[in-house]
C-alpha cells in the first residue's frame, strides 16, 4: 500500500526547492501584492471554466485536495487539505486524511463532508451548474466519509492519472453547506478556506482581496492581501514600468521581456520554459461543411506551422511545432510520425495543394469561415491572423469575430461559430486532462467540435484505466494519430512560458502551467 504523509512531502519540496539564493531570503511579512491579468474571469465557479482569468484572482481565496507544484521535471503532488493519503494495491481506492482546524471565512468549520460535496458536484453537476472536468473524473464511482477528517474514492477501474486530478487547481473545494442551499453558490459569492479572503470585485477594474488570519498554514500567508488589475496586454509592460503594478504571471512575449529588462534592468527578474498550452482551432461538426473531414483536413493542411513557429516566436508567446502535447512531452508522438499526418507535412506547397484538390473534391470551392476568437492580444490576435492568411492561400475568405472572454465562452457553449480559437491548456502533462477538449459533446462539457466520434471516447476511457506505461503510451499515441487526422480540433503552435515580474516580488516559481502555483501561499515582497 503506497502511502504519503505531510512530513515526507514537506522533506521533499524543502530537498527541491532550497537553493543558495533562495536559502538566504528570509521571507518578511507585510505589503499588498500589485499585479496583472489580462482577462476577466467569465464565472468565479472554479469547476465551471478552463480559463487563467478565473485562476489568478479567484484561486487565492480557496483550497484544493491536493496541488501541483515545481517545473516540468521535478512536478509533484503535495498536500493542500489533504494531510495524507492511501492507494489500494488493486489502484480502486483512494483514501485521504484531512487536515484538522481548517476553517471557512465565515468561520464555520471545514469537514469531509465539503470534499465530498465539492466531488459530487464535478462528477454529477446538478442542473444549472457546468463542469469542465466531469469527463477526467469520470471513474469516480462513490465517495464516502467514515468520519469528519477521512473521505474515501471508489473508482470503476484503474486510473492512471487520477491522484493528478485531485490536485487540479480548478478542482476548489467548497462549502457542502452553502451547496446544500444554493449548488450554483460559487459563481455569486467567493468563500473558501484559502490563504486569502475576498474583498471586492469591480468590473472591468479591479480585484481585491486580504489576508485569512484564520489560514491554517501559518505563517503563511505573507502577504496583507494583494490588489489585481484587468488590463490590455498592451498595457502589461507600461504598467510595471510605472509602477502600477509588479507582477503578470501569465506571460509575456520575447519583445516585451527584452523591453521590460532594457528599461529595469536588475529590478526585474525573468523566469522562462515550456508550457503546457497550444493554440487549438476547432471545427463546429454541426455546422455544414465542417462535418467533412476533407474540409477539416484542407484547412489544417493550408497551415505552414514551421514556417509560422519561426516568425511568430519571435513575436509572439507562440512558437513550438506539436500535436496533443507540448513538444518534448514523454507522451507525444514522435516528430517523424508527426510530420506524416496532414497539417504537419514539411512541404508547405505540396500540403496546399492537396488542401485545394480536398476543397474541390468536397464541392466546396468558395468556402467562406466564421472564426470566434478572443480579444486578447497574445497570442489569441495574433494566431487568428495567421490562420486567416494562410486559409486565404487556398482561397478560403474568413471573417474575424474577437469578443471578450464571457462572450467567446457564450459562442462557443452555444455554437455560434463556424471554426473557434481555443487551447489544450491544462495544469500538468497527462493525457486524460490533454484529451478532455478533443472528445465528444456526450462525455466532455469543453467539446467545442460537437464531433460524435466514439472512437476518441473509447480510447480515451481504455488509456485512462491502463496502468502499465508502456501499454498506456501505444494506447495515447494511436488516440493523438485518429484525433489529428479526424481533426476536429487542429492544434496550431505551443505557447512558450516568459514571466517578467518586478525584483521585489518573492517566492514565486515558474511552472509549466500559468493554472499552477497561483494560490500566492509562499509569495512575499522585499521592501
Avoid at 487536515?99 to 471557512?104: A, E, I, L, N, Q
Avoid at 490588489?227 to 509592460?237: C, D, N, P, Y
Avoid at 507582477?247 to 534592468?265: S, Y
Avoid at 520554459?273 to 461538426?285: A, E, R, V
Wanted: hydrophobic fraction near 35%.
Amino acid at each position: 500500500m503506497r502511502r504519503a504523509t505531510s512530513l515526507a512531502l514537506a522533506l521533499s519540496a524543502a530537498a527541491l526547492m532550497t537553493t543558495p539564493a533562495a536559502a538566504a531570503d528570509t521571507p518578511k511579512r507585510g505589503g499588498i501584492l500589485k499585479f496583472a491579468s489580462v482577462a476577466e474571469p467569465p464565472t468565479t465557479d472554479c469547476h465551471g471554466t478552463t480559463t487563467f482569468a478565473m485562476i489568478h484572482p479567484v484561486v487565492p481565496q480557496y483550497s484544493t485536495l491536493l496541488k501541483a507544484v515545481g517545473p516540468h521535471d521535478k512536478t509533484r503532488i503535495e498536500g493542500d487539505l489533504a494531510e495524507s493519503w492511501e492507494i489500494s494495491p488493486d489502484g480502486l481506492t483512494y483514501t485521504f486524511k484531512l487536515r484538522r482546524g481548517v476553517k471557512w471565512h465565515d468561520g464555520s468549520p471545514f469537514s469531509s463532508a465539503d470534499i465530498k460535496a465539492t466531488y459530487d458536484r464535478i462528477v454529477n453537476p446538478p442542473e444549472g451548474v457546468v463542469s469542465s472536468r466531469k469527463a477526467v473524473h469520470q471513474d469516480i464511482q462513490q465517495i464516502t466519509t467514515p468520519d469528519d477528517f477521512t473521505v474515501v474514492f471508489k473508482l470503476k477501474q484503474p486510473n492512471g492519472s487520477m491522484i493528478l486530478h485531485f490536485a487540479s487547481p480548478f478542482n476548489c473545494v467548497y462549502s457542502a453547506a452553502k451547496l446544500a442551499k444554493d449548488p450554483t453558490y460559487p459563481s455569486k459569492e467567493v468563500m473558501g478556506t484559502g490563504a486569502f479572503k475576498f474583498v471586492e470585485y469591480v468590473k472591468g477594474s479591479h480585484w481585491v482581496a486580504t489576508r485569512f488570519e484564520d489560514y491554517w498554514d501559518k505563517p503563511r500567508p505573507y502577504l496583507d492581501g494583494f490588489r489585481l488589475f484587468f488590463v490590455r496586454g498592451t498595457a502589461v509592460v507600461a504598467g510595471m514600468q510605472g509602477g502600477q503594478f509588479d507582477a503578470e504571471f501569465r506571460g509575456r512575449t520575447p519583445q516585451e521581456r527584452d523591453q521590460l529588462v532594457a528599461a529595469m534592468k536588475d529590478k526585474v527578474t525573468v523566469q522562462e520554459g515550456p508550457w503546457t498550452t497550444n493554440i487549438l482551432l476547432s471545427f463546429n461538426t454541426e455546422h455544414k461543411p465542417f462535418d467533412d473531414v476533407r474540409v477539416r483536413q484542407a484547412l489544417t493542411l493550408a497551415i505552414d506551422r514551421w514556417g509560422g513557429s519561426e516568425s511568430l516566436g519571435k513575436v509572439s508567446l507562440i512558437k513550438g511545432v506539436s500535436g496533443v502535447f507540448r513538444p518534448g512531452s514523454p507522451y507525444s508522438i514522435t516528430q517523424d510520425e508527426l510530420k506524416q499526418i496532414p497539417g504537419f507535412w514539411p512541404d508547405i506547397n505540396k500540403s496546399r495543394e492537396e488542401a485545394k484538390r480536398l476543397l474541390k473534391e468536397a464541392g466546396v470551392t468558395n468556402l467562406k469561415v466564421k472564426l470566434l476568437n478572443r480579444t486578447i492580444a497574445q497570442p489569441f490576435t495574433p494566431a487568428g491572423i495567421f490562420a486567416i492568411d494562410q486559409w486565404r492561400r487556398i482561397g478560403v475568405e474568413t471573417e474575424h469575430v474577437q469578443v471578450e472572454t464571457k462572450l467567446w465562452y457564450d459562442g462557443m457553449e452555444s455554437g455560434n461559430f463556424d471554426v473557434c480559437v481555443q487551447n489544450i491548456s491544462d495544469f500538468t502533462d497527462d493525457p486524460n486532462a490533454q484529451f478532455n477538449t478533443l472528445l465528444s459533446k456526450k462525455v466532455s462539457a469543453i467539446a467545442y467540435s460537437r464531433h460524435t466520434d466514439t472512437k476518441i471516447d473509447e480510447l480515451y476511457t481504455l488509456q485512462s484505466g491502463t496502468v502499465d506505461p508502456a501499454a498506456r503510451l501505444k494506447i495515447v499515441n494511436e488516440l493523438e494519430k485518429h484525433a489529428l487526422t479526424q481533426a476536429y480540433n487542429i492544434p496550431l503552435l505551443w505557447y512558450q512560458r516568459i514571466v517578467v515580474n518586478n525584483a521585489k516580488v518573492k517566492g514565486w516559481e515558474l511552472t509549466p502551467s500559468h493554472f499552477t502555483g497561483q494560490q500566492l501561499t509562499h509569495v512575499w515582497l522585499d521592501e
